[in-house]
């Protein structure tokens, strides 16, 4: 599944982006632009903005009802059916491009000394070179994954 996601929904984005979805996300678009491309890319549009739905002819999209994080979240893995642990970070958060492992020899310099002397696993992005690991963020993230999920559970 492949989204575009006004600039409302910034945070979604990154969420989505952890999750694995190619998600396009740009800050200052058209309302035309964002639907010209949602129609050219075949992406879902998410957006707040009722004016913008209005607007859509055809196409998929979702009206994000909550103005809480957590909420959109919970609103598009379950509207969506998405699956939260297959493509997780295999993403670039920045750019959106699929991250690829390397070496930790190929980032020796170019990540703190800490974490490459505590760090076995690196990835990094094509696009814009930044370098991924699974620090003590990523914990964070698995635990408000399951919380979500069991928020849905409770629905």
Known sequence: ????????????AKWLRILGYDTCYCRRI??????????AEHRIILTRDTRLIERIFSGNYLLIKSEDLRGQLRQVLGELNLDTRRYLFSRCLVCNHPILPVEPEEVRGRVPSYVFQTQTEFSTCPGCERIYWKGTHYERILETLKQIEGDQDEV
Do not use: H, T
């Open 30 to 39: 058209s309302d035309a632009e964002l639907l010209r491309r949602a129609a």
């Open 1 to 12: 599944m492949r989204f575009i996601v006004d600039d409302m929904l910034g945070r979604l």
